[in-house]
């Protein structure tokens, strides 16, 4: 084992003998008025070097060497207190052991030891930390940017240190503010709470700071979205922190992490609380597969998963860069090396099988799929194919080698749709239904259906961002249209909070919030990005394209919504489709898609999912709802 004291620490071991030492030599002086002659003895070179000789060990034991003193915390003080106290103790049971003097040490001088080492030790460090982080006048000229901090918890505790430490950062604090009142002319690393936030515009006023900073990881985006726009009114520029599931993710690096405000963090809400160590045992010391796995649900799922510490995890995708993107990404940024990735289309029966066969996955997350609305309605055959037919494939052959669970990633487009996109994938939620419900298998079934999810490749955002960059104008397709978000990692740790509850084949709807008209959102992103709506950067309507909703929905009105044993997620329940009926379906898509029949599977999708078949009876305009009137024999 490497030893903690080296040439870079020794300094600090020879500084703690001096303490020692003088600790020692002291509290004979202060115990005593008039000492004894008797114990001078005590005071002589060869017993201060004994109790330097007993004491210094320990205090290399207790880790007092493993950390730069300009670091040092309150941990490390209770740390301290814990080593100068078994120090001491040691001490006097060798000088018992020893008895090498007629006198005993008296009972007062080991106390008055303890105390005086306390004191030393800890007050050392301390004084190194303070000298090392006090901030100079010429350090405060040459940071440059003076930072008004919204936020005066944990994360600007944090911030605060990081600014004061490294003034190469270019940051000089000149105050706080807070929701707290309680907190007002508090000071934190000598940083004083000027106020709350309701005082904020009023601060901003007197102060005149060159930058906001929000240090408030889980604020709602209301919260943000207030502050950014008085900024904006102030005509002074805000920074902030991410989003909490963000800085948990790696070390703080106040560097890396302070970046400007984005739509993404004024859509965010209250952060869902889900604890995924609890919940996830599901995956740990199992084989996981995710096919998808280098898209944006896919890839944050492979992310989360792979900190519940599963055996294996498997990476099915069939596009390349995607794929090694995210292999790289666990290897080598996040040090897990049990990924095996596979490059191939979730549709190949026979690749699926090798895989399988070969891994054993006891739990799948299958969330390939194609979800470009346009470009399904341009291709309905490949639409049926990657997402309906692949979703069965899939399915049938982690039923073959004994998978435990399987969890669809589903989409709100699948409620009373209307599109091929929608469509396609309100049959892979059947499937998921009809695999769940049979007695015969033992695979645990679930489909998780949520809305657009922010950031994600292709979604509105970075094309409204692409947009702003050439000067407008940003497109949207009507004045009155309105979308559910949420982010990327928020909907994952539901998905894998749902697979933990799911099991006979229920399909789960994340609460999504309220939603965002898009015209809103435009305005925020231009506004974000220093222009005006319509003067700077124009907004052109260009019409609801075919089959697209002005409102998602997150559920049909047959649809019976309930809650589930998370708060943000609801278990939807409808009468079980009809098996024979999809698998017949199913068959008759597959035929059209290789015989190339573009039409007819097009003609053929609207039926299926206008009349779908349950228990028997059918279901009008695929709401789920059986009707009283029995279904014709065939459909």
Not at 85 to 114: E, K, N, Q, Y
Not at 299 to 311: D, N
Not at 365 to 390: D, G, I, Q, T
Not at 527 to 553: M, N, Q, W, Y
């Amino acid at each position: 084992m490497r030893s903690p004291v080296n040439r870079h620490r020794l300094w600090q071991v020879v500084v703690d003998a001096a303490l020692i030492a003088a600790a020692w030599v002291l509290s004979w002086y202060v115990r005593f008025d008039a000492r004894p002659r008797y114990y001078d003895r005590y005071l002589e070179w060869d017993v201060v070097v004994l109790v330097v000789a007993i004491m210094l060990p320990v205090f290399v034991a207790f880790g007092f060497y493993n950390r730069w003193w300009r670091y040092v915390s309150t941990q490390d003080m209770w740390g301290v207190l814990r080593g100068v106290t078994t120090a001491v103790v040691a001490t006097f049971f060798v000088f018992t052991m020893l008895d090498f003097h007629p006198a005993s040490v008296p009972r007062g001088i080991w106390i008055v030891d303890l105390l005086l080492l306390l004191a030393f030790v800890m007050g050392v460090r301390l004084l190194a930390r303070t000298i090392i982080e006090r901030p100079t006048a010429r350090s405060i000229v040459a940071r440059g940017q003076e930072v008004l901090i919204v936020g005066a918890g944990d994360a600007a505790q944090l911030m605060l240190r990081e600014m004061l430490r490294n003034p190469s950062l270019g940051y000089t604090p000149i105050g706080l503010v807070d929701d707290d009142p309680r907190k007002k002319n508090l000071r934190l690393h000598g940083v004083r709470v000027l106020g709350t936030t309701a005082e904020l515009r009023e601060l901003v006023r007197e102060r005149r700071p060159d930058e906001l900073l929000i240090a408030i990881p889980s604020a709602a985006g209301d919260v943000r979205e207030r502050i950014v726009e008085l900024a904006r009114v102030e005509q002074v520029p805000v920074k902030t922190l991410p989003a909490l599931h963000d800085l948990i993710t790696g070390d703080f690096n106040l560097a890396g992490q302070i970046r400007p405000v984005e739509v993404e963090d004024l859509l965010g809400r209250e952060p869902v609380d889900v604890d995924l160590p609890s919940i996830a045992g599901y995956l740990a010391d199992e084989v996981v597969l995710v096919t998808g796995a280098g898209g944006s649900i896919g890839s944050e799922l492979c992310r989360q998963i792979a900190r519940m510490g599963p055996t294996r995890l498997v990476l099915v995708d069939n596009g390349e860069p995607g794929l090694f993107e995210i292999e790289r990404e666990l290897v080598d940024e996040r040090d897990f090396h049990a990924t095996a990735a596979v490059l191939a289309d979730a549709g190949n029966a026979t690749k699926m099988r090798q895989v399988f066969e070969k891994y054993r996955p006891a739990v799948v997350f299958h969330a390939a799929a194609y979800k470009h609305v346009p470009l399904m309605e341009a291709n309905p055959l490949e639409a049926v194919r990657n997402n309906s037919l692949v979703t069965r494939t899939v399915a049938d052959i982690a039923v073959e080698f004994g998978a435990k669970r399987f969890v669809l990633v589903s989409t709100d487009k699948a409620v009373n749709a209307k599109t091929v996109m929608g469509q396609s994938k309100a049959l892979c939620e059947w499937i998921v239904e009809s695999w769940g419900h049979r007695e015969d298998t033992a695979t645990r079934f679930c489909g998780v259906r949520f809305g657009n999810v922010l950031g994600s490749s292709g979604s509105v955002i970075p094309i409204f961002r692409k947009q702003i960059a050439r000067g407008g104008p940003v497109t949207v397709t009507h004045a009155e249209m309105t979308r559910f978000f949420m982010t990327i990692p928020e909907a994952v740790q539901l998905i894998i909070q749902a697979g933990a509850i799911g099991g006979r084949g229920q399909v789960y709807v994340l609460d999504m919030g309220e939603p965002v008209k898009i015209t809103d959102l435009a305005d925020t992103m231009i506004r974000l990005s220093g222009k005006e709506p319509g003067t700077d950067v124009a907004i052109a309507f260009v019409g609801a394209r075919p089959g697209e909703k002005l409102h998602e929905e997150l559920w049909s009105e047959a649809e019976t919504v309930s809650p589930s044993t998370h708060e943000a997620i609801m278990l939807v329940t409808r009468p079980p489709i009809d098996q024979q009926w999809l698998e017949d379906e199913l068959d008759e898509l597959s035929r059209l898609v290789d015989a190339g029949e573009t039409l007819e599977l097009i003609g053929r999708l609207n039926t299926i999912c206008a009349t779908p078949r349950r228990n028997g009876v059918l279901a009008v305009d695929g709401a789920g709802a059986a009707e009283a009137t029995p279904a014709p024999e065939t459909v």
